[in-house]
Nanobody
Framework: QVQLVESGGGLVQPGGSLRLSCAAS????????MGWYRQAPGNQRELVAA???????NYADSVKGRFTISRDNAKNTVYLQMSSLKPEDTAIYYC?????????WGQGTLVTVSS
């Protein structure tokens, strides 16, 4: 069993910044990938960014150059630094963990970009 605890969502003005955190606990395998997905009302859940335990990253085109994903393997924690936020970034952001055996989702944290 792996549990994910997310934090850092909230309300921010356009152009502002937020940092999301997601800590994994339990039976975390050393080789894994963690990432962030988001889902806006009426839309499908989409990948925002992901990072492998080896360090490789993957970003959605819509966030490249604005968002940065990083991780602390010693803490089993992944971070999403979001800058130059736009109203269209408003969504529930879900942390995701995947290894060779399981995929786990966090409970989600709401990010609202509005003036």
């Amino acid at each position: 069993q792996v549990q994910l605890v997310e934090s850092g969502g909230g309300l921010v003005q356009p152009g502002g910044s937020l940092r999301l955190s997601c800590a994994a606990s339990g039976s975390v395998f050393s080789i894994n990938a963690m990432g962030w997905y988001r889902q806006a009302p009426g839309n499908q859940r989409e990948l925002v960014a992901a990072i492998h335990s080896g360090g490789s990253t993957n970003y959605a085109d819509s966030v490249k150059g604005r968002f940065t994903i990083s991780r602390d393997n010693a803490k089993n924690t992944v971070y999403l630094q979001m800058s130059s936020l736009k109203p269209e970034d408003t969504a529930i952001y879900y942390c995701n963990y995947v290894d060779a055996y399981i995929r786990v989702w966090g409970q989600g944290t709401l990010v609202t970009v509005s003036s």
